[in-house]
């Protein structure tokens, strides 16, 4: 299973309900087919800056202010999940993912200031980046293996 997903589940049972304990926070997920242990409970909790208020658990910012988007992942942690393979193809780089994640990734891509990315096309488990040349698709291939490798 997905770390991602487990993460985006946990943000949408706390906007949905209250959840006071870890313990009452594992027993919901396990409801939704989750199952985890009370330690990756915990870890996740951390990793995603959840305050725990009077209310039960909360985002950070939704313990201070009004509704906030759930903070997104970065794109190093986005292609350690979901990255299985880069291989050049002319000026194109051609990736692939877990099935169902190629569009994650293609967001994330999207998002970043590269230069030498001219757009990408994601299907189920492929993206295809398009770089100007085959140096540019070079260099691509490289930064996403060394953010991968982060």
Same mark, same amino acid.
């Given at each position: 299973?997905?770390?991602?997903?487990?993460?985006?589940?946990?943000?949408?049972?706390?906007?949905?309900?209250?959840?006071?304990?870890? %313990?009452?926070?594992?027993?919901? =997920?396990?409801?939704?087919?989750?199952?985890?242990?009370?330690?990756?409970?915990?870890?996740?909790?951390?990793?995603?800056?959840?305050?725990?208020?009077?209310?039960?658990?909360?985002?950070?910012?939704?313990?201070?202010?009004?509704?906030?988007?759930?903070?997104?992942?970065? =794109?190093?942690?986005? =292609?350690?999940? !979901?990255?299985?393979?880069?291989?050049?193809?002319?000026? !194109?780089?051609?990736?692939?993912?877990?099935?169902?994640?190629?569009?994650?990734?293609?967001?994330?891509?999207?998002?970043?200031?590269?230069?030498?990315?001219?757009?990408?096309?994601?299907?189920?488990?492929?993206? !295809?980046?398009?770089?100007?040349?085959?140096?540019?698709?070079?260099?691509?291939?490289?930064?996403?293996?060394?953010?991968?490798? %982060?």
């Amino acid at each position: 299973m997905a770390t991602h997903y487990r993460r985006s589940l946990i943000l949408d049972v706390l906007r949905a309900e209250s959840v006071a304990t870890q %313990e009452e926070l594992r027993r919901k =997920l396990a409801r939704r087919g989750i199952r985890v242990t009370q330690a990756t409970v915990s870890r996740d909790i951390e990793e995603l800056g959840l305050v725990k208020t009077r209310e039960g658990y909360r985002p950070p910012e939704a313990a201070t202010a009004g509704p906030q988007p759930p903070p997104q992942p970065t =794109l190093p942690v986005i =292609l350690k999940e !979901f990255l299985r393979e880069a291989r050049l193809a002319g000026n !194109f780089v051609v990736l692939k993912t877990h099935p169902g994640n190629a569009h994650s990734v293609a967001v994330a891509l999207d998002a970043e200031p590269w230069p030498e990315i001219v757009g990408t096309v994601a299907g189920d488990d492929t993206i !295809f980046i398009a770089a100007p040349g085959a140096r540019e698709a070079a260099v691509v291939r490289k930064k996403l293996l060394a953010l991968a490798a %982060e």
